[in-house]
C-alpha cells in the first residue's frame, strides 16, 4: 500500500521542504517510486526540485480549485526530477485557502486528487505550508502518516501543543488511519550547548507520542544543495555524514 507522509509543523523554517526533497531522493535510492507534493504556496520544494515556480501554469492549485466549467482536472506532474517525480505549486495556492471555503468536501479534495496516482508510487511525500489552516489541514486528510520535522532551538516545543490538537482533531473526525511516522530532530548543531539541552528535551517529550528519527544536523552543505535545485546527493559539495542520516531516516520510512 501506497504511504503518503505529510511533513507538517507550523512552525517556519524548521527542514520540512529540504527533508521532502532529500528523504524523497533516498528513498528513490532504496529503489521506491517516489512523488512529492508542493502544498506551500511559497512553493520552496518547487525551486528546491530545479523548477521556477512563477513560470508554471498547472500547479497543484489548478487540480484543487478548478475553474467552474471544469469537472476533475488530474494532478499536473513533472517526471522524473532526479528521479522523483513532483507535484509543483506556486504563489497561487495562496488563493486556495480563500476559494476551498465553500467548496463541497473541501477536506478531502487533496485525497481525491491523490487517489488515482495511488498505484504509481510506493511513497508519496506532502510538503505542507507553515501554518495551521486548511491546505495544511487536508494534507494530514490525504496521508497515511505524519512526519513533524522540530528544529533543535530553544522555542521548538512552544508550538507542539497546536500541532498535536490539529493532527488529534484530523485523526479523530476526518483520518482515523492517521499515525505518527515520527519526530525529525533538524537544524542541531553539537557544538551548541543549548541545541544539546533541547534536543534531549524533545528525545524526552516527544517519544511518548512517536518514534524520534535520526537527528539531522546544521550543514552548510545542504543549504547551499537548495540552491543547485537538486538533493544534496547530486551536487558537487556532498557532505558523507548527512547523506547516511537520510539514508536511516529513508530505511526507517520504508519500514513503517
Ligand atoms: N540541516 C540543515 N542545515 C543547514 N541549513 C538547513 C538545514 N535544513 C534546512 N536548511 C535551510 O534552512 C532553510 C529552511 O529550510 P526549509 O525551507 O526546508 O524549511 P521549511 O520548514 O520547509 O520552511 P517553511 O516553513 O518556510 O516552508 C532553507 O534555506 C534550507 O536550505
Ligand atoms: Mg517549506
Same mark, same amino acid.
Given at each position: 500500500?501506497?504511504?503518503?507522509?505529510?511533513?507538517?509543523?507550523?512552525?517556519?523554517?524548521?527542514?520540512?521542504?529540504?527533508?521532502? @526533497?532529500? %528523504?524523497?531522493?533516498?528513498?528513490?535510492?532504496?529503489?521506491?517510486?517516489?512523488?512529492?507534493?508542493?502544498?506551500?504556496?511559497?512553493?520552496?520544494?518547487?525551486?528546491?526540485?530545479? $523548477?521556477?515556480?512563477?513560470?508554471?501554469?498547472?500547479?497543484?492549485?489548478?487540480?484543487?480549485?478548478?475553474?467552474?466549467? /471544469?469537472?476533475?482536472?488530474?494532478?499536473?506532474?513533472?517526471?522524473?526530477?532526479?528521479? +522523483?517525480?513532483?507535484?509543483?505549486?506556486?504563489?497561487?495556492?495562496?488563493?486556495?485557502?480563500?476559494? %476551498?471555503?465553500?467548496?463541497? @468536501?473541501?477536506?478531502?479534495?487533496?485525497?481525491?486528487?491523490?487517489?488515482?496516482?495511488?498505484?504509481?508510487?510506493?511513497?508519496?511525500?506532502?510538503?505542507?505550508?507553515?501554518?495551521?489552516? +486548511?491546505?495544511?489541514?487536508?494534507?494530514?486528510?490525504?496521508?497515511?502518516?505524519? $512526519?513533524?520535522?522540530?528544529?533543535?532551538?530553544?522555542?521548538?516545543?512552544?508550538?507542539?501543543?497546536?500541532?498535536?490538537?490539529?493532527?488529534?482533531?484530523?485523526?479523530?473526525?476526518?483520518?482515523?488511519?492517521?499515525?505518527?511516522?515520527?519526530?525529525?530532530?533538524?537544524?542541531?548543531?553539537?557544538?551548541?550547548? %543549548?541545541?544539546?539541552?533541547? %534536543?534531549?528535551?524533545? @528525545?524526552?517529550?516527544?517519544? =511518548?507520542?512517536?518514534?524520534?528519527?535520526?537527528?539531522?544536523?546544521?550543514?552548510?552543505?545542504?543549504?547551499?544543495?537548495?540552491?543547485?535545485?537538486?538533493?544534496?546527493?547530486?551536487?558537487?559539495?556532498?557532505?558523507?555524514?548527512? $547523506?547516511?542520516?537520510?539514508?536511516?531516516?529513508?530505511?526507517?520510512? /520504508? =519500514?513503517?
Amino acid at each position: 500500500m501506497t504511504k503518503v507522509i505529510a511533513l507538517f509543523n507550523q512552525a517556519g523554517g524548521v527542514g520540512k521542504s529540504t527533508t521532502t @526533497q532529500n %528523504l524523497g531522493y533516498h528513498l528513490f535510492l532504496r529503489r521506491h517510486r517516489v512523488l512529492v507534493v508542493d502544498m506551500d504556496p511559497q512553493a520552496s520544494l518547487t525551486s528546491f526540485m530545479g $523548477l521556477e515556480p512563477a513560470d508554471l501554469k498547472e500547479t497543484i492549485y489548478t487540480a484543487l480549485v478548478p475553474e467552474e466549467d /471544469e469537472v476533475d482536472k488530474p494532478l499536473p506532474i513533472h517526471k522524473d526530477l532526479h528521479g +522523483i517525480d513532483l507535484a509543483p505549486a506556486n504563489l497561487l495556492l495562496a488563493n486556495a485557502e480563500q476559494e %476551498l471555503i465553500f467548496a463541497e @468536501q473541501r477536506e478531502f479534495r487533496l485525497k481525491d486528487i491523490l487517489a488515482p496516482r495511488l498505484f504509481d508510487y510506493d511513497f508519496i511525500l506532502v510538503d505542507c505550508p507553515p501554518s495551521l489552516g +486548511i491546505l495544511s489541514q487536508i494534507s494530514l486528510v490525504a496521508s497515511t502518516h505524519v $512526519l513533524v520535522p522540530v528544529q533543535c532551538q530553544y522555542k521548538a516545543l512552544l508550538g507542539t501543543e497546536s500541532l498535536l490538537k490539529t493532527v488529534y482533531k484530523v485523526k479523530r473526525r476526518l483520518n482515523t488511519e492517521l499515525t505518527f511516522a515520527g519526530f525529525l530532530p533538524t537544524l542541531y548543531s553539537a557544538s551548541n550547548s %543549548l541545541d544539546r539541552r533541547t %534536543l534531549q528535551i524533545v @528525545q524526552e517529550q516527544l517519544a =511518548s507520542v512517536g518514534p524520534i528519527l535520526p537527528t539531522v544536523p546544521r550543514a552548510t552543505a545542504l543549504a547551499e544543495a537548495t540552491e543547485y535545485g537538486m538533493p544534496l546527493a547530486l551536487c558537487p559539495k556532498k557532505n558523507p555524514e548527512i $547523506l547516511q542520516i537520510f539514508d536511516r531516516i529513508a530505511q526507517v520510512v /520504508e =519500514s513503517l
